[in-house]
């Protein structure tokens, strides 16, 4: 449940601070006063968008926090997230002009997205739009299923994702079948890409190797004079010298013969002999190397052909060879894929027989749930509505079966409320038959007999009582303040009987300080409580009447005060 509230340079709140008790609690004050802002403020805390609108006039950020009660499901919850602290829960959020918006549960920085989900756990507010909510019958079966709790919806879980899984593959199937001109076009391009690629047998990195090789050819007259230049000095000399070789050879044979005679020569001579060795085996290399370059004059136009085919297959498949290649199993892999497209289609027909088979047996055990839950909702309504003064109102749970056998999201039937107001009515849609104070009532009365149902701790009615008045407002505020043994509730009211049912009493006030509006709240002693349902009765606090009115009122409804 919530335990506090605080909100900080919010709309017109500057800062403000509540604590909030269980039971059933009200909020109270002039129209315009800002009632509503606070529960605006409560709503951000459970995931509601924000806006920049909503930061006060010259404040850099609106920051609102919350203490709260975790409920089972929102303990479950903030544990699988890792963010569980102990038995309280804190919730932060705040607005700043840069329209940028940060959310913390128990310190931890959360997403709107995760608070939301943990505010539905925590919170159900509910305000005038949700009676107008309850004219669309698409509205309804929720409710229904809302009603069987955890095991229901796990029921209608489990139905609708057969129907996605049905439905994902009838468009598959569609899709298959509504394609094939395009599916035959698309595989004669990949049989053609596949066989040009396989013809050229490719070998990674080949186009490297030829572009080496292409360089070398063409610059092979060049290559040959010099290596024909180096072997002809070192064996052969230059037309009437001597050759390298041989003049290296009659030095080393004098340096030999002088070590013989100066032992201090003979390393000299030593490292000479080796050099001489070196020269030698590089000219019987050189030679080797001579003999083995290419005289095939056509091999140079064979490369230059082979380097244009791969050039064009990178134009079409990739930059290199294995990226041409790369393409090609690509290609080999979807064209047989589209090969059994055909096996896929009567694949995925029996696929969708054992789907519809599964779907409509457990569609036809929600259906059946949603009977046996139609009828017991039915006659708490019916009961929760005699205690709200409408005592000859019938009210039903009507199915309306869906066509044919096909899955579809939702079970088998639609749901749809009906109502007569009146004793001789014929039930009718909500729509055509309530009133916007019989709509209050059905919508309280199915919030009550909910809450038994739901685990959701603190529900907030928003002005539902709109419109109501004598001996109704008397009842609903007995049904408000029933349902706040259950759950805490707090409401906004302007009503003064149904604020005197409150176990707690919030005044809002609108004030102005120093050139700006401000709007405070402050919960209310005995005393106070009166003054402000004289305010509520249209009276003053001088008026003895209407106070003594008052003190009545709260005599009669919780025997908080004496005369």
């Known amino acids: 449940m919530l335990k506090e509230l605080q909100i900080r340079d919010f709309a017109l709140i500057e800062d403000l601070e509540l604590s909030f ?109 949700d009676s107008q909510s309850l004219l669309r019958p698409e509205n309804h079966v929720q409710l229904l299923d809302g009603y069987g709790g955890p095991d229901q919806l796990s029921l209608l879980a489990r139905s609708d994702e057969l129907a996605k899984k049905w439905l994902a593959l009838q468009a598959e199937k569609r899709r298959l079948e509504s394609d094939e001109r395009e599916r035959n076009r698309r595989m004669d391009l990949l049989a053609y890409q596949i066989e040009e690629i396989t013809a050229a047998q490719l070998q990674p990195g080949e186009d490297g190797q030829l572009e080496q090789e292409r360089s070398r050819l063409a610059n092979l007259d060049r290559i040959r004079q010099a290596v024909e230049l180096a072997v002809g000095l070192l064996g052969e000399g230059l037309g009437d010298g001597e050759p390298l070789l041989h003049l290296l050879s009659s030095i080393e044979g004098e340096l030999g013969r002088a070590a013989r005679l100066d032992l201090q020569l003979e390393p000299l001579a030593q490292r000479y002999g080796e050099l001489v060795i070196n020269l030698q085996e590089l000219h019987r290399e050189l030679r080797g190397y001579l003999e083995g370059l290419p005289a095939d004059p056509g091999r140079l136009n064979a490369i230059e052909e082979r380097l244009a085919l791969l050039d064009g297959l990178k134009r079409k498949y990739g930059s290199t060879v294995e990226e041409i290649l790369s393409y090609g199993q690509r290609a080999a892999d979807e064209l047989a894929v589209l090969q059994t497209a055909g096996v896929r289609a009567a694949g995925l027909d029996e696929e969708c027989r054992r789907l519809e088979e599964h779907w409509l047996h457990c569609a036809e055990q929600l259906t059946q749930r949603r009977r046996e839950l139609a009828q017991e909702l039915e006659r708490r309504v019916k009961e929760e509505l005699r205690d709200l003064a409408m005592e000859g109102t019938r009210f039903a749970v009507h199915f309306v079966p869906r066509e044919g056998r096909s899955p579809a999201l939702g079970g088998r039937e639609r749901v749809e409320f009906l109502l007569a107001a009146n004793v001789g009515e014929e039930l009718k849609p909500l729509a055509k038959v309530a009133s916007g104070g019989e709509l209050a009532r059905v919508l309280l009365a199915l919030k009550t007999v909910l809450a038994q149902a739901e685990e959701i701790p603190t529900i907030v009615f928003d002005e539902v009582d709109a419109g109501l008045g004598g001996r109704t407002a008397v009842k609903l505020g007995e049904k408000l ?73 709260l005599r009669r409804t919780s025997g908080e005060l004496g005369s």
């Open 481 to 553: 303040r029933s349902l706040g043994e259950l759950r805490q509730v707090l409401c906004v009211t302007h009503l003064p009987v149904v604020a005197s049912f409150g176990t707690h009493h919030y005044s809002v006030q609108k004030s102005t300080r120093q050139s700006r509006t401000i709007v405070q709240a402050s919960l209310l002693g005995p005393e106070e409580r009166v003054v402000e349902l004289t305010r509520m009765l249209g009276g003053s606090a001088d008026e003895q009447v209407t106070s003594e009115h008052a003190r009545e009122l």
């Open 21 to 129: 008790y269980s039971g059933f609690s009200v909020l109270s004050g002039e129209t315009g006063a800002g009632k509503s802002i606070i529960i605006d403020a409560l709503s951000l805390l459970t995931g509601a968008r924000a806006s920049t609108e909503v930061i006060r006039t010259g404040a850099g950020r609106a920051l609102i926090s919350g203490a709260f009660t975790p409920s089972p499901a929102a303990a479950a919850l903030l544990e699988t997230w890792g963010m569980l602290e102990g038995e309280e829960l804190i919730i932060t959020r705040e607005i700043s002009t840069s329209g940028r918006s940060r959310c913390w549960i128990n310190g931890h920085l959360a997403t709107v997205g995760q608070l939301a989900s943990l505010g539905a756990q925590l919170v159900d507010i509910v305000g005038q739009h």
